[in-house]
């Protein structure tokens, strides 16, 4: 399995708090991503970044925010949780081949309920 | 953003060949066909990528017409551990590669 590790793996908050989860990668990979996934309706991505500070938004954005200050380390932040980003939280890395041909690794994903 | 279409599920029993056939029409000219396993609580799986025609490895196949608007993801001889979901994923055609939008998968059930 690629170097990804999600943390924390499950965590529960009220509304209105913040919360941070943090993807790492051992593999130096420039291409980071956000995804969420709930009954129904797949992946979706949140955020994603193509390196270092460069970050851009997926199709579920609102309500998150990303930072990536280092190659290793994703974060994702949602600033005020609401019941709705109750979700499974998947991180996943990509190194861009010459052809766009460069899979997804994804890690095990962080299970975040917000009551 | 570009979406793929998949048939939401599937049946099959085990030793059976299984096809699942993915629909994008907005595929860049530049971008390959992966497919993507996933079980329960786990992240997805790279299971196979290609860009036209035929490709096949130890696990699968995956058929891609000319006109790459369409791919089949085959799977030989099924058995009970192939019970999961599907994902075929492309890139956007506007964002090209670095904007990844998964479809809502196909889940294949196994049975003996």
């Known amino acids: 399995d690629a170097g990804i590790t999600q943390s924390p793996r499950h965590k529960v908050t009220e509304t209105g708090t913040p919360v941070t989860l943090r993807c790492h990668q051992t593999?130096?990979?420039?291409?980071m991503y956000w995804y969420r996934q709930d009954p129904g309706h797949g992946l979706r991505l949140i955020h994603y970044s193509y390196g270092v500070k460069d970050t851009d938004k997926g199709e579920v954005s609102d309500g998150y925010s990303v930072s990536r200050s280092k190659t290793e380390d994703f974060l994702l932040t949602l600033e005020s949780a609401t019941s709705s980003q109750t979700s499974v939280y998947f991180c996943?890395?990509?190194?861009?081949?010459?052809?766009?041909?460069?899979?997804?690794?994804f890690g095990n994903g962080t299970r975040l309920t917000v009551t | 953003l570009a979406k793929t279409t998949q048939p939401i599920s599937m049946d099959s029993y085990e030793g059976q060949e299984v096809n699942i056939t993915c629909s994008h029409n907005?595929?860049?000219?530049?971008?390959?066909i992966t497919w993507y396993q996933q079980f329960p609580s786990q992240g997805p799986r790279f299971i196979i990528q290609?860009?036209?025609t035929k490709v096949t490895n130890e696990v699968a196949s995956l058929f891609i017409p000319a006109d790459r608007k369409s791919s089949t993801l085959s799977l030989p001889r099924v058995s009970l551990s192939d019970t999961a979901v599907y994902y075929c994923?492309?890139?956007?055609?506007?964002?090209?590669?670095?904007?990844?939008?998964f479809g809502s998968g196909t889940r294949l059930q196994v049975q003996p």
């Open positions: 994923l492309v890139g956007d055609r506007d964002t090209g590669r670095r904007a990844l939008t």
């Open positions: 996943a890395i990509s190194e861009p081949g010459t052809a766009n041909n460069s899979p997804l690794h």
């Open positions: 593999e130096n990979h420039r291409y």
């Open positions: 907005n595929i860049a000219t530049n971008d390959y």
């Open positions: 290609g860009y036209k």
